[in-house]
Protein backbone atom coordinates (compact mmCIF):
# COMPACT_ATOMS: atom_id res chain seq x y z
CA UNK A 1 0.00 0.00 0.00
CA UNK A 2 1.21 3.68 -0.75
CA UNK A 3 0.03 6.69 0.10
CA UNK A 4 -0.11 9.96 -1.39
CA UNK A 5 -0.66 13.00 1.44
CA UNK A 6 -0.91 16.79 1.45
CA UNK A 7 0.57 18.49 4.33
CA UNK A 8 0.33 21.96 5.35
CA UNK A 9 3.97 24.10 6.29
CA UNK A 10 4.99 27.32 7.86
CA UNK A 11 3.29 30.26 6.18
CA UNK A 12 0.21 28.12 4.80
CA UNK A 13 1.77 26.85 2.00
CA UNK A 14 0.63 22.98 0.56
CA UNK A 15 3.40 20.26 -0.34
CA UNK A 16 2.30 17.05 -1.93
CA UNK A 17 3.67 13.78 -1.98
CA UNK A 18 3.68 9.84 -1.36
CA UNK A 19 5.48 7.02 0.81
CA UNK A 20 4.89 3.49 1.58
CA UNK A 21 5.77 3.97 4.97
CA UNK A 22 3.82 7.08 6.38
CA UNK A 23 5.21 7.34 9.96
CA UNK A 24 9.09 7.38 8.19
CA UNK A 25 8.09 10.08 5.86
CA UNK A 26 6.35 12.47 8.33
CA UNK A 27 9.35 11.73 10.72
CA UNK A 28 11.84 12.63 7.50
CA UNK A 29 9.69 15.59 6.71
CA UNK A 30 9.52 16.93 10.31
CA UNK A 31 13.74 16.03 11.11
CA UNK A 32 14.16 18.34 8.02
CA UNK A 33 17.30 15.87 7.40
CA UNK A 34 19.00 14.59 4.84
CA UNK A 35 16.32 12.19 3.50
CA UNK A 36 13.48 15.38 3.53
CA UNK A 37 12.10 17.08 0.48
CA UNK A 38 13.95 20.17 -0.07
CA UNK A 39 10.54 21.99 -0.01
CA UNK A 40 10.10 20.76 3.50
CA UNK A 41 13.45 21.15 5.06
CA UNK A 42 13.34 25.19 4.81
CA UNK A 43 9.67 24.94 5.52
CA UNK A 44 8.47 23.34 9.14
CA UNK A 45 5.71 21.14 8.79
CA UNK A 46 2.75 22.30 10.34
CA UNK A 47 -0.39 19.55 9.75
CA UNK A 48 -1.19 16.98 7.83
CA UNK A 49 -4.42 18.01 5.84
CA UNK A 50 -5.24 15.62 3.17
CA UNK A 51 -4.40 11.36 3.17
CA UNK A 52 -5.55 8.98 0.41
CA UNK A 53 -4.03 5.38 0.26
CA UNK A 54 -4.12 2.96 -2.95
CA UNK A 55 -2.80 -0.01 -4.10
CA UNK A 56 0.65 0.71 -5.65
CA UNK A 57 2.92 3.40 -6.11
CA UNK A 58 1.96 4.06 -9.87
CA UNK A 59 -1.42 4.55 -8.15
CA UNK A 60 -0.20 6.68 -5.47
CA UNK A 61 1.85 8.45 -8.17
CA UNK A 62 -0.75 9.34 -10.72
CA UNK A 63 -2.56 11.16 -7.61
CA UNK A 64 0.57 12.85 -6.74
CA UNK A 65 0.88 14.69 -9.92
CA UNK A 66 -2.84 15.38 -10.68
CA UNK A 67 -2.90 16.81 -6.76
CA UNK A 68 0.21 19.25 -8.03
CA UNK A 69 -1.57 20.26 -11.16
CA UNK A 70 -4.37 21.88 -8.78
CA UNK A 71 -4.28 25.61 -8.03
CA UNK A 72 -3.75 26.68 -3.96
CA UNK A 73 -7.50 27.30 -3.90
CA UNK A 74 -8.60 24.00 -5.11
CA UNK A 75 -7.02 22.30 -2.72
CA UNK A 76 -8.14 24.01 -0.14
CA UNK A 77 -11.47 23.23 -1.21
CA UNK A 78 -10.35 19.68 -1.53
CA UNK A 79 -8.89 19.51 2.05
CA UNK A 80 -12.49 20.83 3.24
CA UNK A 81 -14.24 18.55 0.89
CA UNK A 82 -12.48 14.99 -0.04
CA UNK A 83 -15.77 14.57 -2.35
CA UNK A 84 -14.57 17.35 -4.48
CA UNK A 85 -11.63 14.66 -6.03
CA UNK A 86 -13.59 13.37 -8.66
CA UNK A 87 -14.98 16.75 -9.77
CA UNK A 88 -11.60 18.43 -9.63
CA UNK A 89 -9.77 14.98 -11.26
CA UNK A 90 -11.55 13.63 -13.81
CA UNK A 91 -8.52 11.91 -15.22
CA UNK A 92 -8.58 9.32 -12.18
CA UNK A 93 -12.27 8.92 -11.97
CA UNK A 94 -11.81 5.06 -11.99
CA UNK A 95 -8.64 4.48 -10.03
CA UNK A 96 -9.44 3.40 -5.82
CA UNK A 97 -7.86 5.80 -3.87
CA UNK A 98 -9.19 5.52 -0.01
CA UNK A 99 -9.71 8.91 1.88
CA UNK A 100 -8.30 8.69 5.53
CA UNK A 101 -10.48 11.51 6.40
CA UNK A 102 -9.24 11.21 10.53
CA UNK A 103 -5.58 11.27 9.47
CA UNK A 104 -3.77 13.88 12.05
CA UNK A 105 0.01 14.19 12.03
CA UNK A 106 0.58 13.54 15.46
CA UNK A 107 -0.57 10.32 14.82
CA UNK A 108 1.98 9.63 12.75
CA UNK A 109 4.71 11.50 15.12
CA UNK A 110 4.10 10.05 18.31
CA UNK A 111 7.79 9.32 18.99
CA UNK A 112 8.88 13.24 18.25
CA UNK A 113 8.13 16.25 20.17
CA UNK A 114 7.58 19.48 17.98
CA UNK A 115 6.80 22.77 19.80
CA UNK A 116 4.01 23.57 16.58
CA UNK A 117 2.01 20.20 17.55
CA UNK A 118 -0.81 20.92 19.95
Not at 25 to 42: I, P
Request: proline letters at 5%; a positive charge.
Amino acid sequence: MYYTYIIRVEGGMLYTGIAKNLFTRMAEHAGRGKRCAKYTRSRPLVSLEALWSSEDRAMASRLEYALKTLTKKKKEALISDPRLLWKFLPQIEKEDYIHHPKACLALYLKEITLPFLP
